[in-house]
Nanobody
């Protein structure tokens, strides 16, 4: 059984940092990509960052480039999202997701992902 469990969310002031972690378990050998998405109240879910399951080719949404870093931690079996210089507009529920099928293009669309975590709340105050 595949499981993704997010942790690390919380309340932080603008300009601060948080590190989200996505713990993964189960049959992961066939995965192609792990991504982080977010959804703010009243808005659609949007792609934040992604990485090939092997740990290469990190990819970021334009609005987080230079502030967020995604990386796989093989020792902990997690995919982490380091978020620096947080802004109030980063407030959202953050989800990690895994894609089993290969896609020749980007993995920015949520329908490409097969497994999802339950989400973790990130709140950035001014």
């Amino acid at each position: 059984q595949v499981q993704l469990v997010e942790s690390g969310g919380g309340l932080v002031q603008a300009g601060g940092s948080l590190r989200l972690s996505c713990g993964v378990s189960g049959r992961t050998f066939s995965w192609h990509q792990v991504g982080w998405f977010r959804q703010a109240p009243g808005k659609e879910r949007e792609f934040v960052a992604g990485i090939r399951w092997g740990g290469w080719s990190p990819d970021y949404a334009t609005f987080v480039k230079g502030r967020f870093t995604i990386a796989r931690d093989d020792d902990k079996n997690t995919v982490d999202l380091q978020m620096n210089d947080l802004k109030t507009e980063d407030t959202a529920v953050y989800y990690c997701a895994a894609a089993v099928s290969y896609n020749s293009g980007t993995y920015h669309r949520d329908y490409l992902y097969d497994y999802w975590g339950q989400g973790t709340q990130v709140t950035v105050s001014s």
